[in-house]
T-cell receptor
Framework: DSGVTQTPKHLITATGQRVTLRCSPR?????VYWYQQSLDQGLQFLIQ???????AKGNILERFSAQQFPDLHSELNLSSLELGDSALYFC??????????????FGEGSRLTVL | GIQVEQSPPDLILQEGANSTLRCNFS?????LQWFHQNPWGQLINLFY???GTKQNGRLSATTVATERYSLLYISSSQTTDSGVYFC????????????FGAGTTVTVRA
């Protein structure tokens, strides 16, 4: 158990819908990272927050948004869903402000299926 | 960004065999981690090893930062070792993300 909690574990929805994925970081960790793992793209970095502030953006679509709340949990919102958004979405956390300065720990992922 | 290459892409082992997985990266790193993704999709931390050598049971890892590669050794493999092994790197202290390699898929047969 990494200490990072993600909900829901599985989600099935239809095209055009909107979903919210939730992540609670390890106790004491201030950084939260979101990654997408699809079959053809591997593990892709989406976005990172540190202590409530957005720090870095990767390959995140405009239809996706995220935020980190004062209690440090984070949510990833996916809207206008398409078939290609079906993937495993991981949240990771670290105590450090960036991956260049500390170890990351990953949650078990949220598996999204868009039908 | 930093490019990460893993080899081999696939590995089939007989139970009890030893193996070496390799990770090459294109620039200096401050963070290097090895993960095991099990058949249920979970990403398990194996090593945080930006340099040096570490061992944990039947697994060990070595990173030679000056030559930009890391090796993961699996000894006396078991069927539970099956899955995908990822190497991921973080560059300078301004680098906010881990960049992942494509992974090595390991299948251990009984």
């Amino acid at each position: 158990d990494s200490g990072v909690t993600q909900t829901p574990k599985h989600l099935i929805t239809a095209t055009g819908q909107r979903v919210t994925l939730r992540c609670s970081p390890r106790s004491g960790d201030l950084s939260v990272y979101w990654y997408q793992q699809s079959l053809d793209q591997g593990l892709q970095f989406l976005i990172q927050y540190y202590n409530g502030e957005e720090r870095a953006k990767g390959n995140i679509l405009e239809r996706f948004s995220a935020q980190q709340f004062p209690d440090l949990h984070s949510e990833l919102n996916l809207s206008s869903l398409e078939l290609g958004d079906s993937a495993l979405y991981f949240c990771a956390s670290s105590v450090a402000p960036g991956a260049g300065t500390g170890e990351l720990f990953f949650g078990e992922g949220s598996r999204l299926t868009v039908l | 960004g930093i490019q990460v290459e893993q080899s081999p892409p696939d590995l089939i082992l007989q139970e009890g065999a030893n193996s070496t997985l390799r990770c090459n990266f294109s620039d200096s790193v401050n963070n290097l981690q090895w993960f095991h993704q099990n058949p249920w999709g979970q990403l398990i931390n194996l090593f945080y090893i930006p340099s040096g050598t570490k061992q944990n049971g039947r697994l060990s890892a070595t990173t030679v930062a000056t030559e930009r590669y890391s090796l993961l050794y699996i000894s006396s493999s078991q069927t539970t070792d099956s899955g995908v092994y990822f190497c991921a790197v973080g560059g300078s202290s301004n680098d906010y993300k881990l960049s992942f390699g494509a992974g090595t898929t390991v299948t251990v047969r009984a």
